[in-house]
């Protein structure tokens, strides 16, 4: 990178050149002989800096081409359209990837000055809802208002395309403003498979859950038979629980799906978040003896005033979370459930510890994403879907909490949560669809 202390420094011989050029002159018509020959070697130094200086400047030229075809060609190559205009609105630059998408090419795009009434114009409408993206039929932004770069995601029904937009300003040294760039990625393709895949995999749910269901119900109706032997009662049970499990995951494949589509869905209702645990640790009792677990609610010390929530949702986030507290404990192990207020915040935190197997450390980031499962946790359960924490944390922050996770390998794990006691922090939400 050139060094702006030695380009001023050219800057100045330059400037000063006229100068010592006068004085030499000078010198030598009314100077003696002694004088004008320092004179002279005074302009033999300037020549020579002056030399250097132009060889200097053509190196840098050089420099700053080979630059300039670099990005040339970087920007040429992009797959994502690039479109610069100034302040005004006037193109600057149109790459290839940008002709393609919008079918127009850049000599006819250069010097254009766009306003929002060229929406009415064919040729220019797709480009125009681009720059103007208030104009175009879907947006939805993905950065803070004001903030650079500015993310919006538009959708257009004809011709049907999905775009992701990434507005920067281009700058100069000092920070003024003179213009801004658009960078266009054409999602269309990916959006489509995304919902395709989200698609499939609710109709293949659907046809599964009610033949599913119609066999877990006559599997808990034979294993209620009394004149079944030990061994046959033994087996309609195991098939009975891996029934429940399969719907289970079925169930999480449906959630995840509305999830993502928006589609979830939240009823919220005034609840005593105190009687609401201990009903939930009564439904979690059978499983957790069964695994020889005992259960605890450490009870808050101070009346809790009733809070908004869905509970059918913040059902599944205590469900998932006590299921795995339970699955990854040891034998004579402890689930302990706290409740308490948050000093001086208007928040409920709510943790479910544990004494199991904990996770490992480089492990922790991930469990919150989809079909993650910790190494131990594979080892020690094979069953299991890596769903439900994932649930667990888009329930929470669609309620306004935050949930995150303390673990210690081997001694045990805590999953902590938060729930707002002002209705107002509540994100708003679609009405619930069945």
Not at 87 to 93: N, P
Not at 380 to 388: D, I
């Amino acid at each position: 990178m050139p060094d702006p202390r030695g380009r001023k420094a050219e800057r100045i011989l330059w400037f000063s050149a006229p100068f010592l050029l006068g004085l030499f002159i000078v010198s030598a018509l009314y100077l003696p002989r002694t004088l004008s020959l320092v004179s002279a070697g005074l302009l033999l130094l300037l020549g020579l800096v002056i030399f250097f200086s132009a060889r200097r400047v053509a190196e840098l030229d050089e420099e700053v081409g080979v630059e300039r075809n670099q990005l040339r060609g970087i920007v040429f190559g992009l797959e994502d359209a690039l479109i610069a205009y100034d302040k005004e609105f006037r193109v600057t630059f149109f790459n290839p990837a940008a002709e393609r998408l919008f079918g127009v090419k850049a000599d006819r795009m250069a010097g254009h000055v766009f306003r929002s009434q060229d929406v009415d114009i064919p040729e220019y409408k797709l480009i125009t809802q681009v720059i103007f993206p208030s104009l175009a039929p879907g947006m939805a932004s993905k950065s803070p208002p004001g903030a650079y770069p500015q993310v919006v995601e538009i959708s257009f029904v004809d011709p049907p395309l999905e775009l992701r937009v990434v507005t920067s300003p281009i700058s100069d040294g000092r920070g003024r403003v003179f213009g801004f760039m658009k960078i266009v990625r054409d999602r269309t393709r990916e959006v489509f498979l995304v919902k395709s895949k989200n698609e499939f995999l609710t109709v293949a749910s659907h046809q599964l859950r009610g033949p599913l269901t119609n066999i877990n119900w006559a599997l808990q109706t034979l294993g209620q038979d009394k004149g079944l032997s030990r061994e046959s009662a033994g087996l309609v049970e195991n098939a009975a629980t891996a029934s429940r499990e399969l719907l289970s995951v079925i169930e999480d494949l449906l959630n995840i799906t509305r999830i993502e589509e928006g589609h979830f869905g939240y009823n919220f209702a005034e609840t005593d978040l105190v009687e609401f645990i201990n009903r939930i640790l009564g439904e979690a009792t059978p499983q957790a003896r069964r695994a020889s677990v005992k259960l605890y609610f450490d009870r808050p010390k101070a009346p809790v005033s009733k809070i908004l929530v869905d509970p059918q949702k913040l059902a599944i986030v205590f469900s998932n979370l006590l299921d795995n507290a339970i699955r990854y404990n040891v034998p004579n192990g402890e689930v302990v459930v706290k409740v308490d207020t948050v000093p001086d915040e208007p928040f409920l935190k709510v943790s479910v510890k544990d004494t199991g197997i904990g996770i490992p450390p480089k492990q922790v980031e991930k469990i919150f994403t989809k079909f993650f499962r910790a190494d131990n946790a594979l080892k020690f359960q094979t069953e299991g879907s890596g769903l439900g924490l994932y649930i667990a944390k888009n329930v929470v922050q669609a309620h306004g909490g935050q949930i995150w996770v303390e673990s210690e390998m081997n001694r045990g794990t805590t999953f902590n949560f938060t729930l707002p006691t002002d209705p107002s922090l509540i994100p708003s939400h679609e009405a619930a669809i069945e």
